[in-house]
C-alpha cells in the first residue's frame, strides 16, 4: 500500500479472544486498519465513528441478537457486512442476508478464504466504473437506473440500495432482456467462489424486487423458473 493512500478499516465484532488475534493480526499485515468490539452496542458507535469499510460480525455474541445488530447496521450504513458465525444452517444464512449481511461464513474457515472473501465485498462496496459500452441511464416506467451517478429513482424518489443490491441490479440491468443464470449472477456479482450459492441471488433478487416494484405493477425483473433471471426487455 502506497504511502499516503487510506488504509482499509474493518471492524470486527467478535467475542471470542482467539478469533480476534487470528483475524486482527493477518489484516493487519496486509495493510488494514482493524478496531474490534466485543458487544452490539459498542459496534453500533464505532460504525458511527470509525465509518469502517468491512464490518465481519459474529451472530453469537454475549450481550446482543446477532441477527438483531446485522439489520440495525444495515439500517444506519451501506457498508459491507461479512457474518462469520458458528451456525451453520442454512435457515441462519438466508435469515442473515434477509437482514443486510453481504456474505456469510461458518466456522471454522481458512483465513485465506475470509481474506478473499473480503476482497470480493469491498469490489462491490468500490466497484469499477461501468465500461463505456454498456447504457449508462435505463428507465423501465418510472423507474430509473442511472449507472454512472450510482443512483436509482422510482417516481422521482431515490431508492437506497447497498452495494450488493446495486451490483445485482446493474448486471441485470446492463444485460436487459437477456437471461442470466444463477451461476452467472454469482460469479459476476459475488465472485468465481460463490458459483454453488444459489440462495443468495434469490435472497437479493426479493429485496430488489421489494425496493423496485410496486404492489400490482408490472414486475421489472423476471424470474425463468429453474433457469435464473432477466431485467424486462426494453
Given amino acids: 500500500m502506497s504511502t499516503g493512500e487510506k488504509?482499509?478499516?474493518a471492524l470486527l465484532v467478535e467475542d471470542d479472544p482467539n478469533i480476534v488475534d487470528l483475524i486482527r493480526s493477518n489484516l493487519?499485515?496486509?495493510g488494514f486498519d482493524t478496531c474490534t468490539s466485543t458487544d452490539g452496542s459498542r459496534a453500533l458507535q464505532f460504525l458511527e465513528t470509525e465509518a469502517p469499510d468491512i464490518v465481519l460480525l459474529d451472530l453469537m455474541l454475549p450481550d446482543a441478537d446477532g441477527f438483531e445488530l446485522c439489520r440495525?447496521?444495515?439500517e444506519r450504513s451501506a457498508v459491507g457486512i461479512i457474518v462469520v458465525s458458528a451456525r451453520?444452517?442454512?435457515h441462519d444464512k438466508v435469515a442473515a442476508l434477509n437482514?443486510?449481511?453481504?456474505d456469510y461464513m461458518t466456522k471454522p474457515f481458512g483465513i485465506e478464504e475470509l481474506l478473499a472473501r473480503i476482497t470480493a465485498t469491498l469490489r462491490r462496496t468500490r466497484p469499477a466504473e461501468p465500461v463505456e459500452m454498456s447504457p449508462l441511464r435505463i428507465e423501465v416506467g418510472d423507474l430509473v437506473v442511472d449507472l454512472e451517478m450510482r443512483l436509482v429513482t422510482r417516481a422521482g424518489e431515490v431508492v437506497h440500495l447497498t452495494p450488493t443490491e446495486f451490483a445485482l441490479l446493474r448486471e441485470l440491468a446492463i444485460n436487459r432482456g437477456k437471461l442470466l443464470t444463477h451461476a452467472q449472477l454469482?460469479?459476476?456479482?459475488?465472485?468465481?467462489?460463490?458459483?454453488t450459492e444459489t440462495e443468495y441471488v434469490r435472497v437479493y433478487v426479493r429485496r430488489l424486487r421489494a425496493k423496485l416494484e410496486s404492489g400490482g405493477g408490472s414486475p421489472?425483473?423476471?424470474t425463468q423458473p429453474r433457469a435464473g433471471?432477466?431485467?424486462v426487455p426494453g
Fill in 99 to 102: 437482514f443486510g449481511a453481504d
Fill in 220 to 222: 421489472v425483473i423476471i
Fill in 28 to 30: 493487519t499485515v496486509r
Fill in 7 to 9: 488504509r482499509t478499516k
Fill in 88 to 90: 451453520g444452517g442454512q
Fill in 229 to 231: 433471471y432477466r431485467f
Fill in 186 to 195: 454469482l460469479r459476476r456479482v459475488w465472485g468465481p467462489g460463490y458459483a
Fill in 72 to 74: 440495525e447496521m444495515r
